[in-house]
């Protein structure tokens, strides 16, 4: 079937539409942009830029996708938006083209629900089956991996990696790593709190699994063992033989206290000791 275009919409003939793709009235589709099969923008959705999706993305009114990124060293050229299948945007989401730095891409992934007024900024890489909830910013360069949760009016510091299957709760401040499997509360600086019991158990992680990751995350965390011998101590115990989830638990705690101020992708350096140290305390509080 071919698209289904309003006549009130406005789709520059350079445009790349495949089949089934519906664009409502009042919309803008620049010219650099290419639509998937079963892609549906509602209405007053703008699309811009140098952007690719996937099929059936879903675009619900005043979305803007592929705009220019809030980056003062950004030079106007062709970088890129790339987004997966099967997810929806909703109202007033705004996701900016990379800037020049790293591969100059923000990318979406699969099956991600973007609810209103979220916004991705330049560089981000949000992976599969996330939820970003309303009002929730991202800055530059994030990673928010699968399945995490960033509840409301969340604001995520510039390279911070929120990791799989993290919840986050409602208003907070995040400005460093969220390790997998955990819960963060807490408007300021937001603690620790337990591992993400019902998102383990809805991914279909086993309980013995959720029982050593509580036990790593109490060991570092609570009784404020070095990650070193929280390793060695799971390595002895299990004879090497780690579950993949303990494994990127650990691995990912390992570069997070490698990186600078706590984000591990940060290009900025290694961490200053005092604040690997409030960050320990605050999480055992």
């Known amino acids: 079937m071919p698209a289904n275009i309003s006549p009130l919409a406005q789709v520059d003939p350079a445009a790349q539409l495949a089949r089934d793709v519906t664009i409502g009235p009042f919309c803008l589709v620049g010219p650099s942009v290419r ?20 099929r059936n993305n879903r675009f619900l009114p005043h979305c803007v996708i592929g705009a220019d990124p809030q980056d003062k060293g950004y030079e106007e050229s062709g970088t890129r938006v790339l987004i997966g299948d099967d997810n929806m945007f909703r109202e007033g989401v705004t996701i900016n083209r990379g800037a020049e730095k790293q591969d100059g891409t923000t990318r979406i992934g699969d099956r991600n629900l973007l609810m209103a007024n979220a916004h991705v900024a330049h560089n981000c890489h949000v992976h599969n089956d996330v939820i970003l909830v309303n009002g929730v910013l991202l800055g530059g360069h994030v990673v928010v991996e699968d399945r995490a949760i ?33 819960l963060a509360a807490g ?51 299990l004879e090497g033989v780690l ?18 101020n706590l984000r591990a992708r940060d290009p900025a350096g290694g961490s200053p000791h005092l604040l690997k140290d409030s960050y320990s305390k605050r999480q055992a509080a």
């Open 35 to 54: 639509l998937g099969e079963g892609t549906c923008l509602d209405s007053h959705v703008v699309l811009t830029g140098n952007t690719e999706t996937g």
């Open 150 to 182: 960033i509840s409301g009016n969340s604001v995520v510091h510039h390279y911070s990696t929120i990791g799989t299957l993290a919840f986050v709760s409602g208003g907070c401040r995040v400005p460093h790593d969220i390790p997998p499997y955990m």
């Open 243 to 260: 579950p993949p989830e303990l494994s990127n638990w650990l691995s990912f705690i390992t570069r997070q206290i490698q990186g600078h």
């Open 187 to 237: 408007s300021d600086n937001p603690r620790l709190t337990s591992i993400n019991q019902i998102g383990m158990q809805r991914a279909g992680i086993s309980s013995e699994t959720q029982t050593l990751i509580r036990r790593a995350f109490r060991m570092h965390f609570r009784k404020r063992q070095k990650i070193t011998d929280v390793q060695q101590y799971f390595a002895s115990e």
